[in-house]
């Protein structure tokens, strides 16, 4: 049931406890009144009754002040002489135990237990007034089995609904805890989708046009190209220092994983390697063995993997470049291997990005492992991904 559907059914379920405690309570004191109560009795137990009932009509919204009130109606019930037992017996009664659990349930605990501690007084007091009026000829058994009983069921709602709150503290903490990894998950996809795309496509960009800055003849054209490409090595930066501000690049649960909003195929392979190449960059894709079956994740894991790959090479290293990508496929697995020539030489600059930790999230999310072998030759990047019948 929900919170509103709570509220909704509160307000009948409320008059029907107010009646089933009003009438029998009514039942009793035209009772006592026929075996011989005064009025006065009549009328001070009945006043104490309604004001339990109106306490617990308060405690709704003023938790201490309908506790209040029903605390001073027990203290007249208490008191006041009735037939030789405790008015305190009353139907109406019972709703000062559920005032307790009400406020034991919204209160912080230590004014609970001040709460539970004006229980208990009122039941000692009840007993020796109890005590004090009962025969001389009567035994005490009755006044102690009386107020153990009252003790039992004080201490043990008070218990009850502490219980009962911290349970709740404990599972609104959860779902607090559920959605902050929600966000931070969906946070950390975007920002890794982000690096995927841009990143790969401004660092594509910059190297296309570092090698038309070496091919062209003409000076002024080539320092314009260079300023060129400073400029889109620039905003590279300005990437990585804005999806930092995204959180964390990698999510610490596995499972339920955002899945991909745009599904990713293998065939876009050939196109993105092509896209790559330049005079100055000969980027070459190769597929061995019969294409198998994959899982989305897996697919988008193998795409992925490439695209880090070329990125990497092309932003790290100085031209000439030759990057290889090769698929290599048998019946359980396909590996993915992205392997450069190591290039002119490493280039210079730059931060540490965080790619290659997304690309092993991917990876190990469709269940494959990924690689790194930095060689005298260059870099190879190798993620190995089960194919549907290997899985």
């Known amino acids: 049931m929900t919170a509103s559907q709570r509220r909704s059914t509160w307000p009948a379920t409320t008059v029907v406890t107010h009646v089933a405690l009003a009438l029998p309570t009514l039942i009793i004191l035209a009772g006592a009144r026929y075996l011989g109560a005064e009025s006065w009795q009549i009328i001070a137990v009945a006043g104490a009754a309604a004001l339990l009932h109106v306490g617990a009509v308060v405690a709704r919204r003023r938790p201490w002040a309908g506790y209040a ?39 912080p605990v230590r004014s609970s237990v001040a709460a539970l501690a004006v229980a208990v007084l009122g039941i000692v007091l009840t007993e020796l007034v109890g005590w004090a009026r009962q025969p001389p000829d009567s035994t005490g058994w009755t006044r102690l089995a009386e107020g153990g009983l009252l003790m039992l069921v004080v201490g043990g709602v008070w218990l009850a609904a502490l219980l009962v709150r911290r349970r709740h503290t404990a599972d609104r903490r959860a779902e607090s805890e559920r959605l902050a990894a929600a966000v931070a998950g969906e946070r950390a996809g975007i920002r890794r989708d982000l690096h995927d795309v841009i990143a790969h496509t401004v660092t594509v960009m910059v190297a296309r046009i570092e090698a038309a800055a070496v091919t062209t003849a003409d000076p002024a054209t080539r320092r314009e190209l260079g300023d060129i490409a400073e400029a889109g090595r620039d905003a590279h930066q300005g990437l990585r220092a804005m999806l930092a501000t995204l959180g964390p690049a990698t999510v610490a649960s596995r499972a339920g994983s955002r899945p991909e909003e745009v599904p990713i195929s293998l065939d876009a392979l050939p196109g993105l390697v092509a ?76 931060s540490q990005g965080t790619g290659l930790m997304g690309i092993e999230e991917r990876v190990h ?26 899985a």
């Open 69 to 107: 009130i029903g605390a001073l109606a027990m203290l007249v019930l208490v008191t006041t002489p009735f037939l030789g037992w405790s008015p305190n017996m009353l139907p109406s009664a019972l709703w000062f135990p559920l005032m307790l659990w009400r406020l034991t349930g919204l209160v």
């Open 275 to 350: 896209s790559a190449a330049s005079p100055l960059h000969a980027v070459t894709f190769a597929e061995v063995g019969e294409r198998r079956p994959l899982s989305l994740s897996a697919e988008v894991a193998a795409v992925r993997t490439v695209q880090e790959g070329i990125t990497n090479a092309l932003r790290h290293l100085e031209p000439p470049v030759e990057v290889t990508v090769r698929l290599s496929w048998s019946p359980s697995e396909v590996v993915v291997e992205v392997r450069d020539d190591g290039g002119k030489q490493l280039r210079g600059g730059g």
């Open 365 to 390: 999310n469709a269940g494959g492992t990924l690689s790194i072998d930095d060689g005298d030759d260059g870099w190879v990047l190798r993620a190995r991904l089960p194919t549907k019948e290997g």
